[in-house]
């Protein structure tokens, strides 16, 4: 059984554990097949930026930062315009009473960050080796369960550790303390990438922030653990 689970939906579950099953089956329809994806305006800017950087940095898998390739804005941009205009048709506005002004804004605050997520990564991962853009990690944790997660970047260093990358686009900085969601990524790159140093990143694409987690020896020896039993309180509730 494959439980797709995420720092997010851990919240969501902790939150009203009916939210999971209800995201679930809105994606479902009556005949039991997958709904056209729908997308939140609320959630435009982050998704537009995170396909945008996915589409942007997958054409350099194997190539060094700066030094194989140069991230340029012209280019950056004209995949945003083309990402924006794939989602727009799938953007459920219902209640919202200004669409245009919203879509103006996500234009105008995308470009700003897709500007601030070169930055980051010239500043802070110059010469380092793209290895995996996007990628869908699975574990296996106990019997026939199985963690399944998406890593946004994965870097390699010249002094060969690895560092996972993951997007953010809020202005609010997380924990850099046992972070839950960094943790799960550690865990399974470490998983990956055997005795490699293994690093985590929150890249803040609107503060230009480079966070690096820190994580107790406790909150690590426990996680795998601590996942399997909520899983396992998601399965009784026939999340």
């Avoid at 260093?157 to 799960?184: A, R």
Wanted: net charge positive; glycine share 4%; proline share 3%.
């Amino acid at each position: 059984m494959d439980i797709d689970w995420s720092h997010t939906s851990s919240q969501m579950y902790r939150n009203c554990n009916r939210t999971i099953w209800l995201k679930k089956r809105q994606h479902i329809s009556n005949n039991g097949k997958p709904r056209n994806r729908v997308v939140s305006p609320f959630s435009l800017l982050g998704i537009t930026i995170h396909e945008t950087l996915e589409s942007e940095l997958g054409k350099y898998i194997g190539k060094k930062i700066f030094s194989d390739f140069r991230i340029e804005n012209a280019s950056l941009f004209t995949l945003f315009d083309r990402k924006l205009s794939e989602i727009l048709p799938f953007v459920d506005w219902t209640g919202m009473d200004d669409k245009g002004r919203m879509i103006e804004w996500v234009k105008k605050m995308s470009k700003k960050n897709l500007r601030n997520a070169k930055t980051l990564l010239n500043t802070n991962a110059r010469g380092y080796k793209v290895l995996e853009v996007e990628q869908k990690w699975k574990y296996e944790l106990d019997g026939d369960l199985k963690l399944i997660v998406l890593a946004d970047l994965v870097l390699q260093s010249p002094e060969d550790e690895i560092f996972v990358v993951d997007w953010k686009t809020q202005k609010d900085l997380q924990s850099d303390i046992n972070n839950p969601q960094l943790g799960v990524y550690k865990l399974l790159a470490e998983k990956k990438y055997g005795k490699k140093e293994i690093n985590t990143v929150i890249a803040y694409t609107e503060r230009v922030n480079w966070s690096t987690p820190w994580y107790s020896p406790k909150f690590t020896s426990e996680l795998e653990y601590n996942i399997i039993e909520e899983i396992e309180r998601w399965k009784s509730n026939r999340i």
